[in-house]
């Protein structure tokens, strides 16, 4: 829906009337209560952060039941398994092995202290694993299938929260993989790894679910069973096209794969394509913010709507990760959850600093400076974030409630007006019930009978 990236009818970001506070300055001014406290518990509450706590507790739910969600899914994946394996997924995985490597991890000494798995995305020697693998390693050597030995060199970027890593070998002319800009609920995957002794080349399976909350936290969970060495191999579609990357499995459920997105992401950052040596990459800990254990006691704590305890356990994550754009996010809803809104927004306006191309932080964001009264702001923060894409339904109707009122907050009836409209192309009888809402606290705007 290109409209809703159309921001013709408002103050763009970076472009704003006089009076109009810039996103730089939001981030400055991340303390303290301005404005008056709205007194209506929808406008309290906005619809983006009303929306985003059941979104956590969905995630939260998601979390805490993968196995049994799994094993539900077991026939759908032997089906589709089987189908593919008749036909042309498993051709498909033995073309692209040669794209696939195995990971020696070299201690100090250049003694192997275990392996992992990576896979080629250019023919310069450019090299995707997971980042614990990078990270747990004083040397990398990749093996291709070939049986060719190749040092990994060059270090281009990672993500912690995502536990990816891009890497670099120096070569030419070296078979890769292409990146996939989909994935879909049971859809077919198939793995393909590199062992010691050349054991079980490949595993199949259905994508079970897409876990995310917003564009901030993602992960796919599939059926294809993983096993100790498959971490940072490449899960593929049926077009050979790498979804995303083999991070982790629970022991009797699924695998846990980071998106392919996150390359892209990693690779668009400031100097993303520029090497640094190997042994000079940054060093934080290869443990990723989704296997920490306050991450799991955190979700546990926002299923039972516990949003001290998730506020508490979300608070610590951020110290043990202080650059994870995650857990500042986790930690901003659950202090509006605790409608402890100064809190939350130091917490998002963090996580807009980390992931400043996040329209879930900035949405999030604009709904509690909403809730605290702070208009203008609010309206630049939902600006921003239509601005980036809110391509989800739900994540759109939201935003432009919020907006609806946010501009209705600051009196400006043809902008309330506009954003209405907005909202009731997306849901009409949505908008229906706003307007009334806000024709009975705000009867002097001037309004029609009905949006447009």
């Not at 995650?326 to 930690?331: E, G, K, N, S, Y």
Request: glycine share 10%; charged share 15%.
């Amino acid at each position: 829906m290109d409209h809703l990236n159309d921001t013709d009818s408002g103050p763009k970001f970076g472009q704003h009337p006089a009076g109009w506070p810039t996103a730089i300055a939001m981030l400055v001014r991340c303390g303290g209560w301005v404005g008056p406290s709205p007194s209506s518990t929808w406008l309290r509450v906005g619809s983006c952060l009303a929306a985003a706590l059941g979104r956590g507790l969905l995630v939260a739910r998601l979390w805490l039941s993968l196995s049994a969600h799994a094993q539900g899914q077991a026939a759908v994946s032997d089906a589709q398994a089987a189908s593919a394996e008749s036909g042309s997924g498993i051709a498909m995985l033995q073309r692209a092995a040669s794209a696939v490597v195995m990971l020696k991890m070299l201690d100090h000494t250049g003694a192997e202290r275990g392996h992992g798995t990576g896979f080629f995305i250019g023919p310069d020697g450019m090299l995707v694993t997971a980042r614990h693998v990078s990270e747990g390693s004083r040397e990398l050597v990749a093996v291709t299938s070939q049986g060719q030995t190749l040092p990994v060199t060059g270090f281009l970027g990672d993500d912690r929260d995502f536990d990816v890593a891009v890497l670099k070998v120096d070569g030419t002319n070296l078979p890769h993989l292409g990146l996939a800009d989909t994935v879909r609920t049971n859809e077919w995957v198939g793995v393909i790894t590199l062992q010691p002794g050349g054991e079980r080349p490949y595993a199949t399976g259905v994508v079970v679910q897409v876990v995310e909350l917003g564009d901030v936290l993602k992960q796919i969970l599939t059926t294809v069973p993983v096993q100790r060495g498959d971490s940072g191999a490449p899960m593929l579609n049926a077009a050979g096209q790498v979804i995303g990357i083999v991070f982790g499995t629970s022991p009797d459920g699924p695998s846990f794969v980071a998106p392919s997105q996150v390359v892209r992401e990693i690779l668009a950052a400031p100097g993303g394509t520029n090497a640094i040596p190997f042994s000079k990459r940054p060093r934080r800990g290869s443990l990723p913010v989704v296997k920490d254990p306050d991450f799991r006691a955190g979700t546990l704590a926002w299923e039972q709507k516990d949003w001290q305890k998730a506020s508490q356990c979300f608070a610590r994550l951020t110290r043990r990760f202080p650059d994870s754009p995650t857990a500042h996010l986790l930690l901003g809803i659950s202090y509006s959850g605790l409608k402890s809104w100064p809190a939350a927004k130091r917490a998002l306006a963090r996580a807009i600093q980390l992931k400043p191309y996040s329209s879930a932080a900035w949405q999030l964001y604009g709904s509690t400076l909403l809730a605290m009264g702070q208009y203008a702001e609010s309206a630049e923060a939902l600006r921003e974030a239509l601005r980036l894409g809110l391509f989800e339904w739900h994540r759109a109707v939201a935003a432009w409630a919020d907006l609806a009122q946010a501009y209705a907050g600051l009196g400006d009836a043809a902008q309330t007006q506009q954003a209405l409209e907005r909202l009731s192309w997306l849901d009409r009888r949505r908008a229906a019930q706003l307007q009334a809402h806000l024709q009975q606290r705000y009867p002097d705007l001037g309004w029609p009978t009905s949006p447009q």
